[in-house]
């Protein structure tokens, strides 16, 4: 990819000269209930931050004249016990997650009206994968600490657009 965006709910202005976040957040879905800055952290609060990057994402792929993603790497957990637990808590027994998960697999295609889906696995830590636009313009990755990257395989794409998409939704490019 000739251009890769690291997208994240982190303001830099909690970085330091070093580049290392100091600011005390959540970084999974597994901290809600937990306490940050006196106050407990909440799925209303983790589901709205988890919609804004659904948003961008979805945004950034249909700026990319995306029709469909392809999974060009992938990893999801496999044994009974942590199944049960991320169908539990995490999926919330949402047959259509747990559907999108237990088939989740590398080389797989999926459509622009399954990319929520696709984005919740993610987000979630349910799966770790990247994702392939079928154009080849734009490639999607997840990292730890609720990161997501974005490449971009050519200059020629609406950059400022894709820009204003990700700051308007209250998320930051680095």
């Known amino acids: 990819m000739e251009l890769e965006w690291r997208i994240s709910k982190y303001n830099p202005i909690y970085r330091n000269e070093n580049g ?4 005390d957040e959540w970084t999974s879905y597994s901290d809600i ?5 006196e ?8 589901l709205e931050t988890e919609g804004r990057y659904i948003k961008v994402i979805t945004e950034i792929l249909r700026l990319c004249n995306t029709q469909q993603v392809v999974v060009i790497a992938c990893e999801k957990f496999t044994t ?3 199944k049960a637990l991320i169908y539990k808590k995490m999926l919330e027994n949402d047959p259509a997650l747990i559907t999108i998960f237990e088939n989740f ?16 696995l993610n987000l979630r830590e349910c799966v770790w994968s990247r994702l392939l636009s079928d154009n080849g313009i ?17 200059f020629d794409l609406p950059l400022k657009q894709i820009n204003e998409s990700i ?5 930051f490019i680095g």
């Not at 290392?20 to 600011?23: E, G, H, I, N």
């Open 39 to 46: 106050s407990v952290f909440t799925k209303e609060e983790y």
């Open 80 to 82: 009974v016990q942590t």
């Open 167 to 171: 700051f308007k939704n209250g998320l």
């Open 33 to 37: 209930g937990r306490i940050y800055e």
């Open 20 to 23: 290392a976040y100091t600011k």
């Open 138 to 154: 734009c490639e999607i990755g997840f990292g730890y600490d609720y990161y997501a990257y974005v490449g971009f395989s050519t």
């Open 105 to 120: 697999e590398l080389d797989k295609v999926y459509s622009m009206d399954e990319m929520k889906n696709i984005l919740i």
